[in-house]
């Protein structure tokens, strides 16, 4: 998977990861994950939330009739892990899933899709070695590996990929890894590209991390007059322990953001592709849409001209009123030129296919300004 995809699966699995989540918290990840679901390593999340019916509609029968499909066509060791796991959970003496279970649990199956539901500790419990220590050397004090997992940045209250220039001073990064198992002293180095070129000097710093460290924050990059990016494109390097690097891109936007936004006058719906609003649907409006053939659904704003350009915030939500499930609920960045008149922001899926049949409502807004909302169907 490409690096904003690693971002954002690497984020909602730790979120899946957490205890007591409420309905609602499955609700949302449900629709993260499906949001992701052109990600092959999506599909046994969806699978065991289908299944136990974690934010969307309980279908056991279903699930498993899929996954036999699946383990008869394939051998990913996920899903045919996920498979003999959730036929232990329905019988727990099935001796067949059990010795399948052993062995795609040599095989790299973890526990991470049922949670405390798994029955892949009571199948391998008896060749498991006992209390395994910290993964460290005591002959040679060989430090623990550093399992790097994915980067986001931070200043000024934001955080994320996306920035404005006018909003952020000095912009650090926050570097997430597997927790630790023992006390580990690390020095990073990082330094920011701009393209091939250089843009700031190497910066260092001196960590001591403690068992269960997830992750660490570098020194910042900036001026404290704002405006120490320019738009465009940028990339971070982190260097550990002098030896292996990681890199993350970041969005800065020019100019500040304008919270107050513009005012909306009108909302129009059009269907198009998840790539891209094709040019030659942005204006054959509906209300009804086709599930087999529908992939983005894009809302086209008609706003008032702002005057000047400007960057603002777009927030889109969407929620099924089958179930009363929020299928959507994010913001994005525009930029809005100063005769700009209308602008589009989509929701949906990779392929066609996938919608859901029913009624949906959703409310746009463009920064602090009032909401408009209206529904619309998927037949």
């Given at each position: 998977m490409d690096v904003f995809d690693q971002y954002l699966f690497d984020e909602i699995t730790k979120c899946?990861?957490?205890?007591?989540?409420?309905?609602?918290?499955?609700?949302?990840?449900?629709?993260?994950?499906?949001?992701?679901?052109?990600?092959?390593?999506?599909?046994?999340?969806?699978?065991?939330?289908?299944?136990?019916g974690w934010g969307t509609k309980s279908d056991p029968e279903g699930v498993l009739s899929e996954l036999r499909v699946l383990t008869a066509d394939a051998r990913d060791v996920s899903i045919c892990g996920l498979y003999?796991?959730?036929?232990?959970?329905?019988?727990?003496?099935?001796?067949?899933?059990?010795?399948?279970?052993?062995?795609?649990?040599?095989?790299?199956?973890?526990?991470?899709?049922?949670?405390?539901?798994?029955?892949?500790?009571?199948?391998?419990?008896?060749?498991?070695?006992?209390?395994?220590k910290a993964k460290v050397d005591q002959r040679t004090n060989t430090p623990e590996i550093i399992k790097y997992k994915r980067m986001s940045f931070e200043s000024c209250g934001y955080s994320g990929l996306?920035?404005?220039?006018?909003?952020?001073?000095?912009?650090?990064?926050?570097?997430?890894?597997?927790p630790l198992k023992t006390t580990r002293k690390l020095k990073v180095r990082s330094q920011i590209y701009d393209g091939d070129n250089a843009f700031s000097d190497v910066f260092s710093d001196e960590y001591t991390l403690k068992p269960g460290t997830t992750n660490f924050k570098t020194n910042?990059?900036?001026?404290?007059?704002?405006?120490?990016?320019?738009?465009?494109?940028?990339?971070w390097i982190v260097e550990l322990d002098g030896d292996n690097t990681y890199s993350q891109e970041f969005r800065i936007y020019g100019g500040?953001?304008?919270?107050?936004?513009?005012?909306?006058?009108?909302?129009?719906?059009?269907?198009?592709?998840?790539?891209?609003?094709?040019?030659?649907?942005?204006?054959?409006?509906?209300?009804?849409?086709?599930?087999?053939s529908l992939e983005y659904i894009y809302f086209k704003l008609f706003i008032?001209?702002?005057?000047?350009?400007?960057?603002?915030?777009?927030?889109?939500?969407?929620?099924?009123?089958?179930?009363?499930?929020?299928?959507?609920?994010?913001?994005?960045l525009q930029e809005l030129d100063s005769n700009t008149i209308a602008c589009w922001n989509g929701v949906g899926y990779s392929q066609p296919g996938k919608w859901n049949k029913g009624l949906y409502q959703y409310s746009v807004r463009i920064g602090d300004g009032q909401k408009q909302e209206g529904t619309f169907a998927v037949y």
């Open positions: 899946y990861e957490r205890t007591n989540l409420s309905s609602e918290d499955y609700e949302e990840l449900y629709q993260r994950f499906e949001n992701l679901n052109h990600v092959p390593e999506v599909r046994p999340y969806l699978f065991a939330m289908r299944y136990f003999y796991d959730l036929l232990l959970f329905e019988n727990e003496n099935d001796s067949n899933a059990i010795s399948n279970l052993k062995e795609y649990a040599d095989e790299g199956y973890l526990d991470v899709y049922l949670k405390d539901r798994s029955h892949l500790h009571s199948v391998t419990k008896k060749v498991e070695p006992p209390k395994e996306y920035f404005t220039a006018g909003d952020i001073d000095y912009l650090s990064a926050r570097v997430y890894i597997e910042g990059w900036g001026n404290k007059n704002f405006y120490g990016y320019s738009d465009g494109i940028y990339k500040k953001l304008t919270k107050s936004g513009v005012r909306v006058r009108d909302v129009k719906l059009f269907a198009s592709k998840s790539s891209g609003a094709l040019e030659k649907d942005r204006d054959n409006y509906k209300s009804a849409f086709e599930a087999k008032d001209e702002p005057g000047s350009d400007m960057t603002v915030q777009i927030f889109i939500k969407v929620t099924c009123l089958e179930d009363n499930s929020v299928f959507c609920n994010k913001y994005e």
